[in-house]
């Protein structure tokens, strides 16, 4: 038997990253023997062997040769091996797609193997920024969706490279890419109308609805849940009707319903979902925290407090409009936090709620 280090981690490695997953190619072992050296393995794979241990990836290969098996990976940055003896085993394009920074294709074939490479491709653009897809690339993408092929991949195969994505530095590229290849289609529909959706009027905004949502997700990076709420977040934007454009009139209500469908198509958990409603609800009514009524503001902060959602919405709010309001709205929660009702005002239902919520709006009014 013997192991190979292969994939992302020896890229990480030749990069000088720092490794975060470990995959290794198992090569001369069949199935029992492997398992007999491991035998707490556990098989997962759907179409060929792949074992776990403890998180770590073992694969068997899925061709008869190493040359064979680089070249059925996804990506030439990915198609390598490094041996325990410490020889590298490169595919033969790369080592300079990697020194070059390029993403390409490990085959003329590899899209079409595996739809999900689509997503996980552009999953890479997001977590390596300095890269740039190669056209090959964009064409294999787009060829793969033109043959119907993105439609057959289950939803839970998808939401793991997306949940990458809110963690990269980069995630506005994820969409940009798939927009590049024409592959926002099936799972992405919001984003393939609003890519010819003018953001809004100047001088506020100067593109389309969609780059102006990447663009608000790089702003982000660092907060995977404020980067899903920066995708969500303009959503009821593509719901405008033609006449009356530039303009979004009512965009942040008509967005909850499209946020709230994205999460669940692309079985994001209930945190993200509601994440995304929050950020579509409440973001152009944050935008205008300095100038609301203590009341309005009691609701937003209740309900921002209630969901988890106050930290993520104000960085939403910096980044989409550029106010800054995150700390005072910090303090005038922890303001309204301290409020009671009187022993006589409780257990009222309704009345008891209207009262508390008069009682706080007062004491924004004092503070």
């Known amino acids: 038997m013997k192991l190979y280090l292969a994939g992302g981690a020896v890229r990480d490695l030749l990069l000088g990253r ?8 198992v090569m001369d072992s069949s199935r029992e023997e492997f398992r007999r050296a491991f035998p707490e393995a556990r098989e997962v794979g759907r179409t060929f062997p792949i074992f776990l241990i403890n998180g770590i990836e073992f694969s068997f290969p899925r061709a008869n040769s190493l040359k064979e098996e680089l070249k059925a990976r996804d990506l030439t940055v990915n198609a390598q091996l490094l041996s325990e003896e410490g020889e590298l085993i ?3 394009q790369g080592f300079d797609d990697l020194k070059r920074r390029i993403l390409r294709p490990a085959s003329d074939h590899s899209m079409k193997e595996d739809p999900l490479r689509v997503f996980r491709a552009a999953r890479f653009a997001a977590q390596l920024p300095e890269f740039t897809p190669h056209p090959d690339l964009i064409g294999a993408m787009r060829e793969a969706n033109r043959e119907g092929l993105l439609r057959g991949i289950p939803a839970d195969r998808i939401a793991p490279e997306l949940h990458k994505v809110l963690e990269s530095p980069r995630p506005g590229n994820f969409l940009r890419l798939l927009a590049e290849a024409d592959c926002l289609l099936p799972w992405f529909p919001e984003f393939e109308t609003a890519r010819s959706i003018p953001a809004g009027p100047a001088p506020y ?13 790089d702003d982000l990076a660092g907060d995977p849940i404020a980067v899903w709420m920066g995708l969500c977040h303009d959503l009821g934007k593509t719901l405008t009707p033609p006449e009356r454009l530039p303009r979004h009139y009512g965009h942040d209500l008509a967005g909850v319903p499209l946020a709230e469908a994205t999460a669940l198509r692309l079985r994001m958990s209930n945190e993200y979902k509601t994440a995304g409603v929050k950020a579509a609800r409440w973001h152009m009514i944050a935008a205008r925290y300095g100038q609301l009524r203590p009341a309005t503001r009691v609701d937003l902060l209740m309900d921002l407090h209630l969901s988890c959602g106050l930290s993520p919405v104000f960085k939403l709010v910096l980044a989409d409009h550029g106010e800054d309001y995150g700390s005072r709205a910090a303090r005038e929660l922890a303001t309204i936090l301290t409020v009671r009702l009187s022993p006589e005002d409780m257990n009222h239902g309704a009345a008891s709620g209207e009262k508390l919520r008069m009682l706080r709006a007062q004491a924004l009014r004092n503070a």
């Open 205 to 217: 905004h100067d593109c389309d609805v969609l780059t102006h949502i990447c663009r608000v997700m």
């Open 90 to 92: 490169f595919h033969p």
């Open 18 to 25: 720092p490794l975060h997953d470990r995959d290794y190619l």
